[in-house]
């Protein structure tokens, strides 16, 4: 790995500790198996993935299904076919964990820039319990301005969302003290494969 | 139909001054106030001292400054590439053309749930009131936001609405509302309400927001948020209504980037928010959520009449409540006491201007500040909140600021001319000396009671030491 995405890959991960989420640098063979562990440690029953090219070069689903016994997994768009009932854990296994690999990672202030598309749903990451990001390191950008110019410059439609993903979700509203897992995900933990 | 839920505060029927002594003597609300302040403030100095804050300040400003100015561009720009990504772009005039339309909408869609997450702008258009007599339920499904609903009050902050109550408040209000027993603990409070409004996500025909910025160059609404909720309001219901102020766009990305960064700075003493919401367009050919349409409400409720007047700047605000945390008033009173949406600094210098100039709260407001200039050193786009108050105090004319007016043109008139002057200075003293005794004045008549009410005053100079 190049200094400057070493340099990078440890800013993201310091940023997004100061808002309690979690994460390390991984090589792409040990993407699976700190994705099994991660689940594990969360206790999640199913996970929901994004149909992306990089989890199956790094074979997270086949990890996940032999990992842990029973593991549910449901790959979007097909996963959607549960109804939202399900996915939001008001129906079945009460913790869940959504997969998402994101477009940009922001090493300045530990921002994951996630791109909606036919195999990146939207709502993946927040109707979840937890959410486990795959980011390849060749991704991170220093600024945020940076990585939001790249986004929007390409010719052609605007992605219909992105969602830039900073924290897990968290509320202040009682007694201004912060407070995890009020609408979105409990939990985010990020893993940043240092060789892609 | 709707039933109206009594409201705590504000009691706008009540005068400034009425509903500020309430609030003042609210020793639980005292208590609220002072600990969300010291958290903010603690909070917002760290994040000022590991960033280049006073350059990043600089910069918004000309950023505000310059998106203001060319505002009517810009949001034609802006319309124009939100249809071009298949939403619908209406201009509203004013709060009843907002709501009609969107009552009008849920009416045509056989919308029966309506799930909101946090807006001011939709406060300012009363639009859940709108929404109710249409015969709708709307959910408030911002935690804070939720209690208050069920409470029945209004927010008394911009970013947190909730601040005046505590955890056993909070779980009253949780308890009353589901019928369930709930443990006076704050992760629990958290967990049923995120399971409760869960249901309302899942079952929702519109989803509400808000919006932060509008980005012009791409058509894009920004959502900025904490929870999560302003993302599944934004994805999951078939249509999604975005309500906008018109004053708030920029011009691009490298603007947008910029906003999206010294906001939570100052909101939340952070440099992110926990997430960001940019959404152009209804859901894309191919994908599986997001919603089927968009459509954002561009709001002007008297905001055109500002621009070019030197009060302008007011629209440079990104509602990001750092002149409300910083500002002695609404530290000791809290926003509820202002009985108007928009609170602290930039409420009293924004409610006169969009309600115009004759309501009671108009009159009242701009003078409710000790023009420390605090806000202004808070605000993270450098707005004159202090000379903006002056400004807006200048235009209040009810009875009493014009005799108030008429008072003061006759003094400078006669302090105009040294024989009068000295004539008054000699008549003043002259005055003093009957009515004081041993030195000291405790009870002037006429317009010197009003000192004396408070203080004693020396007949002689220098004055006899008091006893």
């Known amino acids: 790995m190049a200094a400057d995405t070493a340099a990078l890959s440890e800013g993201i991960l310091a940023a997004l500790a100061r808002r309690r989420a979690t994460g390390a640098v991984v090589r792409a063979s040990e993407a699976a198996a700190a994705a099994v562990a991660r689940a594990g440690e969360w206790g999640v029953a199913r996970s929901l993935l994004v149909d992306d090219p990089v989890l199956d ?59 909606t598309g036919p195999g990146h749903g939207r709502s993946i990451d927040v109707v979840s319990t937890y959410h486990l990001a795959i980011l390849p390191a060749s991704r991170l950008r220093a600024t945020l301005a940076e990585a939001l110019v790249e986004t929007y410059a390409r010719d052609g439609r605007a992605p219909s969302a992105v969602s830039l993903v900073s924290a897990p979700s968290r509320t202040s509203d009682i007694e201004k003290i912060s407070t995890l897992g009020a609408h979105g995900a409990k939990g985010l933990h990020v893993l940043v494969v240092a060789d892609r | 139909m709707s039933s109206r839920r009594p409201v705590v505060y504000p009691d706008t029927t009540a005068p400034l001054r009425e509903r500020t002594r309430e609030a003042l003597a609210d020793d639980a609300l005292a208590a609220n106030l002072r600990a969300a302040g010291a958290s903010w403030g603690a909070a917002r100095a760290r994040i000022a001292s590991e960033n280049p804050f006073a350059q990043m300040r600089d910069r918004a400003r000309e950023i505000r400054r310059g998106d203001v100015r060319d505002l009517p561009e810009l949001l034609d720009r802006l319309e124009e590439r939100v249809r071009a990504a298949g939403g619908v772009v ?169 906003i999206l960064q010294i906001l939570p700075m100052a909101a939340i003493g952070d440099d992110a928010a926990g997430y960001v919401n940019l959404i152009t367009g209804p859901r894309a050919p191919g994908e599986a959520d997001g919603p089927e349409e968009l459509h954002l409400v561009i709001v002007d409720g008297g905001r055109s009449a500002l621009l070019g007047t030197d009060l302008e700047e007011a629209l440079d605000c990104i509602r990001c409540g750092a002149c409300l945390y910083s500002c002695p008033m609404w530290r000791s009173v809290g926003g509820q006491a202002y009985g108007s949406p928009y609170s602290g600094p930039i409420g009293s210098v924004l409610t006169p201007l969009l309600e115009g100039m004759e309501g009671e709260r108009s009159s009242e407001l701009p003078f409710m500040s000790s023009l420390c200039g605090s806000c202004h050193d808070a605000c993270p786009v450098g707005i004159p909140l202090h000379d903006l108050l002056v400004r807006v105090r200048a235009r209040v004319t009810t009875a009493a600021h014009r005799r108030d007016r008429a008072r003061f043109r006759l003094w400078s008139l006669a302090w105009s001319s040294p024989a009068a002057y000295r004539a008054s200075v000699l008549l003043a003293r002259m005055g003093l000396r009957l009515a004081g005794r041993r030195g000291w004045a405790r009870r002037l008549p006429g317009p010197g009671a009003e000192w004396t009410s408070q203080r004693d005053l020396p007949t002689r100079w220098p004055p006899t030491p008091p006893r």
């Open chain 2, 90 to 258: 209406t201009r509203a005039a004013d709060a009843d053309a907002a709501c009609r339309y969107i009552t009008d909408l849920a009416a045509a869609r056989g919308a029966r749930l309506v799930a909101k997450s946090k807006s001011m702008a939709t406060e300012e258009i009363k639009l859940n009131e709108a929404i109710e007599e249409s015969g709708l339920r709307v959910v408030e499904t911002d935690l804070g936001e939720w209690i208050l609903q069920l409470a029945g009050q209004h927010p008394s902050h911009i970013v947190a609405p909730a601040v005046p109550l505590n955890k056993e408040q909070v779980r009253q209000v949780l308890m009353a509302e589901s019928g369930w027993e709930l443990p006076s603990d704050r992760e629990a409070l958290v967990a049923h309400a995120r399971t409760r409004l869960r249901e309302v996500f899942a079952s929702a025909d519109i989803g509400i927001s808000g919006v932060n910025f509008g980005v012009a160059e791409t058509g894009t609404i920004c959502v900025v948020e904490n929870e999560g909720n302003a993302r599944l309001v934004t994805a999951l219901p078939r249509i999604h209504v975005a309500v906008m102020g018109m004053e708030r766009v920029v011009r691009d990305w490298d603007e947008a980037a910029h």
């Open chain 1, 57 to 115: 070069e790094l074979a997270i689903g086949p990890g996940l299904a032999l990992g842990a016994d029973g593991h549910e997994l449901l790959v979007w768009p097909d996963g959607r076919g549960r109804g939202w009932r399900e996915l939001l854990g008001l129906e079945g296994p009460e913790r869940t964990m959504g997969v998402t690999v994101p477009r940009l990672g922001v090493a300045e202030r530990g921002t994951l820039v996630l791109e």
